[in-house]
């Protein structure tokens, strides 16, 4: 079973530019997250989609943060524009449904993108 | 609110030392509780798991009990070896949300 796919692995950018990452899930899987993973951070959630519906972007900047995922499947989390405080690696994940109270979903990751921003 | 604590690292150990990580938890209700793996240059792992009190998660040698008179999930292994070097999360999940500890780095040295 192909794994989740990210790319780029790796961006560096200039403050003040845009990025947009890519990722596409677990096939089949109705749930996917982007997480934030600031260097010596545990990861944070950024936003979490169900098919192609936002479930939670509490947390997401959304000044300078958008993503969508199109379909239901792939998915793209865009900055613009980027601040040095943007630098971490951005984590997707997927997993086959919606977690539920008292039951457990296992999420799967992706390799994550490890974004610059100088 | 639903959180997690982990003890600081780096944990430092020799091979075949005996390894414990903290992870204690604060949520409502009753969490599923992970410990999430990530070796250098990889993508997070799920390591174990447990989804009820008492319930012990355990895989490659590694083991977790969920203790919710102490809201604690703490991971042991009797002997560490080198190839378990690697960046430890503990994780919660409550109603729909994953929530992560900071993690704790595990460096085993020959």
């Known amino acids: 079973e192909a794994g989740v796919a990210q790319s780029p692995r790796y961006k560096i950018i200039e403050k003040r530019q845009s990025v947009a990452f890519w990722c596409n899930p677990i096939?089949?899987?109705?749930?996917l997250y982007w997480y934030q993973q600031i260097l010596g951070q545990g990861p944070k959630l950024l936003i979490q989609?169900?098919?192609?519906?936002?479930?939670?972007d509490s947390q997401l900047p959304k000044d300078r943060f958008s993503a969508e995922r199109l379909k239901g499947v792939d998915s793209t989390l865009k900055i613009q524009p980027a601040k040095l405080e943007d630098s971490a690696v951005y984590l997707c994940?997927?997993?086959?449904?919606?977690?539920?109270?008292?039951?457990?979903?296992?999420?799967?990751f992706g390799q994550g993108t490890r974004l610059t921003v100088v | 609110g639903n959180s997690v604590t982990q003890m600081e690292g780096p944990v430092t150990l020799s091979e075949e030392a005996f390894l414990t990580i903290n992870c204690t938890y604060t949520?409502?209700?009753?969490?599923?509780l992970f410990w999430y793996v990530q070796y250098p240059g990889e993508g997070l792992q799920l390591l174990l798991k447990?989804?009820?009190?008492?319930d012990k998660g355990s895989n490659k040698g590694f083991e977790a009990t969920y203790r919710k008179e102490t809201t604690s999930f703490h991971l042991e292994k009797g002997s560490v070896q080198v190839s378990d070097s690697a960046v430890y999360f503990c994780?919660?999940?409550?109603?729909?949300?994953?929530?992560f500890g900071t993690g704790t780095r595990l460096q085993v040295f020959p």
């Open positions: 994940a997927s997993s086959l449904d919606r977690p539920r109270w008292g039951l457990n979903t296992e999420a799967f």
């Open positions: 096939s089949g899987h109705a749930t």
């Open positions: 989609f169900q098919n192609n519906g936002v479930v939670d």
């Open positions: 949520a409502t209700g009753y969490p599923s």
């Open positions: 447990a989804t009820k009190a008492d």
């Open positions: 994780a919660l999940s409550n109603t729909d949300k994953l929530i």
